[in-house]
């Protein structure tokens, strides 16, 4: 039933996972299937989860120009390039995706810079 005082014969729910590079999202919906009793249907398994290891010219190249690397805690549409890329910018990651995002214009000035230093330390890498 549909009534507010009836159990209903149904129950539906949803369960945002947020994968990591240790298993594609097709192995994680797998493991998730094998763990429930119940259906699961993943809304999409479009978005995937990207690293990039330390070892890489990108990587290295953020590294020496100072920049330190962390789990993002959004998404972009790097999650989307069949390359390797890496998510740097001016600002604070925190305020990405929020009511208030916003970056300061001296994040703006001082991102040019490391910019700058970021483009030299992967010229300098080739």
């Known amino acids: 039933g549909t009534q507010h005082n009836v159990v209903p014969d149904t129950c539906r729910f949803v369960v945002d996972v947020r994968t990591t590079d240790a298993y594609t999202n097709e192995q994680t ?66 305020r990405s995706h929020t009511a208030d995002e916003y970056v300061l214009l001296s994040e703006i000035e001082e991102g040019i810079g490391i910019y700058e230093n970021f483009i030299k330390q992967l010229a300098a890498s080739i």
């Open 29 to 94: 919906v797998e493991l998730l299937r094998a763990a429930l009793r119940s259906q699961a249907v993943p809304r999409s398994t479009r978005i995937r989860a990207s690293a990039l290891d330390a070892a890489h010219p990108l990587a290295r190249a953020a590294a020496a120009a100072g920049r330190k690397s962390y789990v993002s805690p959004t998404t972009s549409d790097m999650a989307l390039m069949p390359f390797p890329s890496l998510k740097m910018g001016p600002g604070q990651s925190s």
